[in-house]
């Protein structure tokens, strides 16, 4: 088990080597022709460089050498209300040209992809701590990125805090409500030491959580898999409680331990009764899928989807599986 594992990391952590810009630091955001780059896997690359020095995948110096790569052109791509632009406000958009970094496909200004990319910028801040030019460099530009975030500006008005915004359009009417991702926004947004959201954004984002009792695990519901492990990649939740786990007697990773072992007992029940699923095939997230189409199997139409986030015990739930929910459930 644990050279399978070993073989996963490293061949997860080529992806973040093998499908970067080395002029920019971007990165690919799936391997499909004419693809842009995402900020939030460009975040994940920023985390993994540390990883990567530390499990001798990389030298040091290679890992210095890309981060400051990175952060350098973040820093310094056109911030702007212009269409073209790469962010705004300090928030970025959700997929770039991987050559141009400039806004791919209109999309949005993504305040959770953002999140992603700061959370990332800020680990190698943390990380490359030597009394040298370029690591101090780094040190400097992760702040720098950081303080330059408008959280309160990304509340338009509102208690929480929205999904983002376009030159278009202004901004989306979705807003972060439900236990989700956004663990780690707001966490970046209450900590900012420029924009600082208020408590009571963060009040409000948790007063829309459902507690939930589930194959007989009483837990903080959340559909996908990977709303239970993102924020973990950056903080270890072990013993942290704001007010509403500490009402609860629990804290978020004990929670993510039960939405974990809520999967394994869907996949053994499997109430849509799909081919494979029990207690060792499981792993229902977001992820891509075989659709959108409709199949007729066994006698049963079934209808399949592409990207979508499939979570349990609610659904979506279409047969689709990603491995990877498992392999980041391991210890």
């Not at 499908?19 to 995402?38: R, Y």
């Not at 460089?49 to 890992?63: D, I, K």
Request: charged share 20%; glycine share 10%.
């Amino acid at each position: 088990m644990q050279d399978d594992l070993a073989t996963l990391q490293r061949e997860t952590f080529d992806y973040f080597i093998r499908e970067a810009n080395p002029a920019n630091g971007l990165i690919l955001d799936k391997t499909e022709a004419n693809w842009p780059a995402s900020i939030a896997a460009t975040g994940l690359a920023l985390a993994c460089y540390p990883v990567g020095v530390e499990r001798r995948f990389m030298t040091r110096a290679a890992a210095v050498e890309r981060t400051l790569t990175t952060l350098r052109f973040f820093w310094n791509s056109p911030q702007g209300v212009e269409p073209d632009a790469t962010g705004y406000r300090g928030f970025y958009y959700h997929f770039l040209d991987m050559q141009t970094g400039r806004r791919a496909w209109q999309c949005e200004l993504s305040t959770i992809d953002s999140t992603l990319l700061l959370a990332g910028a800020l680990a190698a801040g943390q990380y490359f701590d030597e009394d040298t030019e370029a690591e101090a460099e780094i040190r400097g530009l992760a702040e720098a990125l950081y303080r330059r975030a408008d959280w309160r500006w990304a509340q338009d008005g509102g208690d929480t805090v929205t999904h983002g915004w376009t030159p278009e359009h202004g901004f989306l009417k979705y807003r972060w409500q439900g236990y989700d991702e956004a663990l780690l926004l707001y966490v970046l947004g209450l900590g900012s030491p420029t924009h600082p959201l208020p408590p009571s954004s963060y009040t409000a984002w948790s007063a829309t959580f459902r507690w939930e009792s589930c194959y007989g695990y009483e837990y903080l519901y959340a559909g996908p898999l990977f709303i239970h492990q993102l924020s973990h990649v950056w903080i270890d939740f072990r013993g942290l409680q704001d007010a509403f786990m500490r009402g609860k007697g629990s804290d978020y990773f004990e929670n993510s331990r039960r939405a974990t072992f809520v999967q394994q007992r869907y996949a053994v029940d499997n109430p849509r009764g799909f081919e494979g699923y029990g207690e060792h095939c499981w792993g229902i997230t977001a992820s891509e899928g075989p659709g959108p189409s409709t199949l007729k199997l066994n006698g049963i139409e079934r209808r399949f989807e592409g990207y979508v986030g499939r979570g349990v015990p609610y659904g979506p739930d279409d047969g689709t599986l990603a491995p990877w929910a498992v392999a980041a459930s391991l210890p």
